[in-house]
């Protein structure tokens, strides 16, 4: 009996290795154990599914990619399924959600060839918190080939509603610069229903599966390899697939919208982030655990911090020099590190005034931070400095003078496409800005995939209907608080954001503001950006009480810690971050009425003595006061429609 069984295992595991009966499924588990993988191939196709205990979080999903030379998609056989690879990591970051970041997954690889014997490799790497996969091209042949389609898609259990993000089609809005990633997200939709433009949904994209958990679909580490992708606008049986840019986005048809590159060499990791509760899709490090690492050898120079910025009050006008003068004063009397110079300050200052200006700014401890048009070819935006950009060699000598001017950052505006020689710009800016020891900030942006680690010189980028929208027109304003408690969850989860927070007084340029004061106290916790551009201004600043200004010289912009504490998206969010000894808990209402929170902070050290800033009952009034370690195991706290709520340790 003994020696047959162990005969017919070894016929087994021979005709496993010959490549014979194969349509199996294959699991990849994650280091606790609670995530699972299968690997499925059926009739020689691709697939894969996802569970999170005994819940099925993405059912039997499509995989596959057509390259010019060859197709991947079918008639597939496996030639080899790899055992569990220990993957382990340790990082740290100079800006983001979390300082230090240990990363574990389990690795395995199917090898799978084309009846032609070409060869595709799909990596899956299974961590507590989700699963990231690509495919990868081995054989070392040098040909340069192109990558025409994928398969890749995510099929999510009927029930399924989603928070996503419609994509602008290409060379549409102000100025032809879409899409730039500023749109509201869809709330709570059932999934299956198209985008309302063909260009499809864009990352990060947010799922709830029934009430068996939550997905997040993103990726990362792209680079100049591969083009920005996105979801597809239709999304049948709740399947999302990924798709490529249109063609006319960026510079037109001259750019194509297939990604090549030379063999070997791998596809951007796709992120399923997962998790029971929200805390895992908030708190995940995905994005940056399997980005590259960090390309900067000497990170001394990203220093984190808050800037005073204008343009958000004043538009163009804030560009000249009085305004400019007034706001840097302010941003020395906070304690603030830099200050924004916005659009047209080459026509309204000039080179010569700014770098007097960057001159004096130093003397108060602040940086200057200069914006760029990225390009004036495709886009029809007429505001200057543009074409000082796109040229390697403009390029480099613009960031030369700005070192010679003591200038510290740039901000470039209005990219407008995802294709890969989009995606190679913004890495040769990054490169060359990092290089030169300048920070960058990318507006009318893609999502940065990875790039805050591979390039820790970005401290943030927009790709967010951030502050400006409000400012713009009323009904954006009139969905601030809403739109404010989706982005947490959503696009904040996998990078930094430049929303631009903090105005205080009712009116900004046309529109009437909904949320209170206490709320706009909230949001520089509530939304990490790696350097926060604040809309407050000077006369806004003059008008607040004391407790109101040190909690601004004390919030900083970069964490050692986040905790989701509690929320839902689109209804009302909750986090705490820690920097140091410092913890920062902000809260806010995204809804119309009044809510009653009772939260447990026993996670709070147990000598935390801290200052709550609350909404007042009179209107548009702060209130303030102390609260003890004895108060916040179970701290009830009450914020009015769009309202807020922050605690912090009290500044010693
Ligand atoms: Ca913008």
């Keep these: 009996m003994k020696s047959k069984l162990t005969l017919w295992m070894f016929g087994w595991a021979a005709l496993c290795q010959m490549g014979y009966a194969m349509d199996r499924s294959h699991t990849i588990q994650s280091p606790d154990g609670r995530v699972h993988v299968d690997f499925l191939l059926e009739e020689g196709r691709p697939f894969y599914s996802v569970r999170l205990g005994n819940e099925v979080l993405l059912e039997k999903s499509p995989l596959g990619i057509k390259r010019s030379d060859a197709d991947f998609t079918g008639q597939l056989t496996l030639q080899r399924f790899s055992r569990t690879e220990k993957v382990s990591e340790k990082y740290t970051m100079p800006h983001g959600k979390q300082s230090r970041i240990a990363y574990r997954a389990n690795r395995r690889t199917a090898t799978l060839a084309n009846p032609q014997g070409q060869l595709i490799q799909i990596v899956f790497q299974v961590s507590n918190d989700g699963l990231a996969f690509r495919y990868h091209f081995p054989e070392p042949s040098g040909l340069k080939v192109s990558v025409e389609a994928e398969q890749t898609g995510f099929a999510f259990p009927s029930g399924t509603v989603s928070w996503l993000h419609p994509m602008h089609d290409a060379k549409t809005g102000w100025e032809k610069t879409q899409p730039s990633y500023e749109a509201h997200y869809e709330i709570e939709k059932p999934v299956g229903l198209p985008s309302p433009y063909s260009a499809g949904w864009v990352f990060p994209a947010l799922f709830r599966v029934g009430q068996s958990g939550w997905v997040l679909l993103s990726e990362t580490a792209v680079d100049e390899n591969y083009c920005g992708c996105r979801l597809a606008q239709h999304s049948d049986g709740g399947i999302y697939r990924i798709a490529f840019p249109q063609a006319a986005e960026h510079r037109g048809p001259q750019d194509p919208i297939a990604p090549s590159a030379v063999i070997p060499f791998s596809t951007p990791w796709r992120l399923v982030i997962v998790g029971r509760d929200l805390g895992a899709i908030v708190e995940s490090t995905l994005a940056t655990d399997v980005a590259e690492p960090s390309k900067v050898k000497d990170v001394s120079f990203v220093r984190p911090g808050r800037a005073a910025w204008s343009w958000l009050r004043y538009d163009t006008e804030g560009t000249k020099l009085p305004y400019l003068q007034e706001y840097l004063e302010m941003a020395g009397r906070l304690g603030w590190e830099y200050m924004l110079v916005d659009a047209d300050w080459d026509r309204l200052v000039g080179y010569e005034k700014i770098a007097e200006l960057s001159q004096q700014a130093r003397q108060k401890g602040v940086e200057l931070i200069l914006w760029y048009n990225s390009n004036g070819e495709w886009n029809t935006a007429p505001m200057t400095p543009k074409n000082r950009m796109h040229l390697p060699q403009v390029r480099r000598e613009e960031f030369a003078r700005l070192r010679q001017m003591g200038i510290r950052g740039i901000k470039v505006d209005f990219f407008g496409g995802d294709k890969q020689a989009t995606m190679q710009l913004y890495q040769d800016i990054l ?3 990092a290089e030169y020891q300048l920070l960058a900030n990318f507006h009318g942006a893609t999502l940065p995939r990875g790039w805050q680690r591979t390039w820790p010189n970005l401290v943030t980028t927009e790709a967010v209907m951030g502050m400006e929208y409000c400012t ?4 954006n304003t009139d969905r601030q608080a809403q739109h404010s408690c989706v982005l947490p969850f959503t696009r904040n989860v996998v990078a930094p954001m430049d929303f631009t927070p903090v105005v205080m007084s009712r009116r900004i340029r046309g529109v009437q503001r909904r949320t209170t004061p206490a709320f706009e ?19 806004e600043a003059e008008a607040l009480p004391d407790f109101a200004l040190e909690y601004f010289k004390a919030v900083p912009t970069c964490w050692d810690q986040t905790r989701f504490v509690s929320g839902y998206p689109a209804k009302e969010v909750v986090l705490a971050r820690r920097k140091g000894k410092q913890w920062f808990v902000a809260g806010i209402n995204g809804e119309t009425a009044a809510k009653t929170l009772t939260l447990d902070l026993s996670f709070l050290p147990k000598n935390f003595q801290g200052v709550l800033i609350t909404d007042s009952a009179q209107p548009d009034q ?20 769009q309202g807020g709520v922050v605690l912090y340790s009290k500044p010693r």
């Design 431 to 433: 490169r060359d800005a």
């Design 622 to 641: 702060l209130e303030s006061r102390t609260v003890s370690a004895a108060d916040v195991r179970k701290l009830t706290i009450s914020m009015p429609p």
């Design 472 to 475: 713009f027109d009323q009904r």
């Design 521 to 539: 106290m909230a949001l520089p916790v509530i939304f990490e950006s790696g350097i926060q551009h604040f809309g407050l201004a000077p006369f």
